[in-house]
């Protein structure tokens, strides 16, 4: 049965919805383990920044509810929690939403150490104490996307006068939805809630080569819930700006985010640049949708991001359901087919950093960041300067 949902999560038990399968199959993975998870997250079964935080963290706390844990004093038991969380870390290195979980979940169970406790009663004060912290990433999740649905669709309905008679469309690129977090989604919870408003023109999304994010998964959330929408090739952006920006109204283009940083600079999924730069071209407002767990205090500058570089048959090869002959789509049969010379060298950034002065808006749960005066970002209206996790 299709369903948008990607974590189905309950105590001891982590089932997650094989988004390459997607959108012709449905089918769940048991993730037991930090190996499970890890396994899950690198070959993109899971993905989307907040999707990869609460399943790493929740993969976790199923291992350690089901007895995983052979430690028999609180220190073991901390180092034993710390080394797993370091091992899920590597899975994928751009998002840092996973290294914020982990910096939270560490400071849970050290936390939760207390002294002249007797084993095993410390290690069950640790070990509950980090499961409580994992569910809690899971829950905050769907309340933060909610809020960054209407917060961001209320600054865009400031910055046009939007109203049900005079509606907005919008861009958007890669998947942001809920298949990409817990549910609702950042960057596409903006889009659902400007048409729950009544606010919506029309969603056009992008393809997102070399991944397809957007046409394998974006596409079938807007059909899913019956968002009027249509799907672009992605080196399609210039021409739908310049020929159909007035006519249809559109009016910013919609993104989520990996890693934004102290200055603004975000790095989000490959591409997400060179639609900043057409939009601020097209006088099209550039808004990137970043729950707080999205932001990195400790980095500078775009500059300090690690960009993960994937494997040459994300780009030579794609795999899809069959089509027969009569065009029907076989879903019960899959195929992967060559696109290109096998044999011709490539480069596969799986993101890109766009500059802050591309950017308008920075949408978080706690509500809009905007630039003052001095065209800077101060993410101290949503983060206190010392916040740390
Ligand atoms: C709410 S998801 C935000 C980003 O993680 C998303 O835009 C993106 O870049 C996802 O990349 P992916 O490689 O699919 O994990």
Redesign the pocket.
């Known amino acids: 049965m299709a369903t948008l949902q990607a974590i189905k999560y309950s105590r001891g038990k982590l089932l997650v919805l094989d988004q390459l399968r997607l959108p012709h199959e449905h089918h769940y993975d048991e993730v037991s383990t930090a190996e499970d998870a890890f396994d899950c997250i690198r070959s993109?079964r899971v993905?989307?920044?907040?999707a990869?935080a609460i399943v790493a963290a929740l993969a976790h706390a199923v291992e350690l509810y089901n007895g995983d844990c052979k430690a028999t004093t609180p220190e073991e038991t901390i180092a034993y929690i710390e080394s797993r969380l370091e091992f899920l870390k590597e899975s994928r290195p751009t998002?840092v939403d996973l290294s914020n979980a982990i910096s939270l979940l560490t400071l849970a169970a050290r936390a939760s150490k207390r002294e002249g406790l007797a084993h095993p009663a410390a290690k069950d004060a640790i070990l509950n104490s980090y499961i409580e912290a994992a569910e809690t990433i899971l829950a905050k999740d769907l309340e933060n996307n909610t809020l960054i649905g209407s917060f961001g669709a209320a600054w865009l309905q400031q910055q046009y006068g939007a109203t049900p008679s005079r509606q907005l469309s919008v861009l958007t690129h890669?998947?942001?939805g809920s298949l990409?977090?817990s549910g609702h989604?950042?960057a596409l919870g903006i889009i659902r809630t400007l048409h729950a408003q009544s606010l919506l023109r029309h969603a056009y999304c992008t393809e997102t080569r070399p991944?397809n994010?957007g046409s394998r998964l974006t596409s079938f959330e807007l059909v899913f819930e019956n968002i009027p929408a249509t799907l672009i090739a992605d080196s399609m952006a210039g021409a739908l700006f310049a020929q159909h920006r007035a006519r249809m109204n559109i009016g910013a283009v919609v993104?989520?985010?990996?890693r934004v940083v102290r200055n603004g600079d975000t790095a989000?999924?490959i591409g997400t640049y060179a639609l900043a730069v057409l939009a601020r071209h097209h006088g099209i407002k550039f808004v990137v949708a970043a729950p707080t767990t999205s932001i990195d205090l400790d980095t500078e500058t775009g500059a300090g991001i690690r960009i993960e570089e994937r494997r040459a048959e994300e780009l030579t090869q794609i795999s899809g359901a069959v089509v027969a002959a009569d065009g029907t789509v076989d879903t019960t049969r899959t195929a992967k087919v060559a696109i290109a010379d096998q044999r011709i060298a490539v480069w596969n950034p799986?993101?890109d950093v766009t500059p802050y002065d591309l950017i308008d808006a920075i949408v978080t749960e706690r509500g809009a960041v905007v630039k003052g005066p001095d065209g800077k970002f101060d993410f101290s209206l949503v983060l206190p300067e010392r916040w740390r996790w």
Request: charged residues 10%; proline residues 4%.
């Open positions: 993109m993905r989307g920044a907040p990869i998002a890669c998947n942001t990409a977090t989604g950042t991944y994010q993104v989520g985010a990996d989000n999924k799986a993101f």
